[in-house]
């Protein structure tokens, strides 16, 4: 049975980080492509970034390029999101995402808010 578990969200000031984090188990973490992906109250399910196996293509939505970093640790069946420069834009619910896609099988997400 998949299990995603995501942590590490919280509340941060504009122009700070956080770094999420997706413990995986049920299936081989190394063989699958994983993505993030973020709903905010009363939008759309909305793809932030995949990372496909052993880590060689990474894919990032526009509006988080060059500020968010998606790496995954095999080992460790762990999936990360180091999330810098944060906008209040970037409130969410914050899922991680079995898959290429934002339509895979999900953990419950960790809230992530930015406001001063």
């Known amino acids: 049975q998949v299990q995603l578990v995501e942590s590490g969200g919280g509340l941060a000031q504009p122009g700070g980080s956080l770094r999420l984090s997706c413990a995986a188990s049920?299936?081989?973490?190394?063989?699958?492509?994983m993505s993030w992906a973020r709903q905010a109250p009363g939008e759309a399910l909305e793809w932030v970034s995949s990372?496909?196996?052993?880590?060689?293509?990474?894919y990032y939505a526009e509006s988080v390029e060059g500020r968010f970093t998606i790496s995954r640790d095999d080992a460790k069946n762990i999936l990360y999101l180091q999330m810098n420069s944060l906008e209040p834009e970037d409130t969410a619910l914050y899922y991680c995402?079995?898959?290429?896609?934002?339509?895979?099988?999900r953990g419950q997400g960790t809230q992530v808010t930015v406001s001063s």
């Open positions: 049920g299936f081989t973490f190394s063989s699958f492509a």
């Open positions: 995402v079995q898959g290429a896609t934002a339509w895979g099988t």
């Open positions: 990372i496909y196996p052993d880590g060689r293509n990474i």
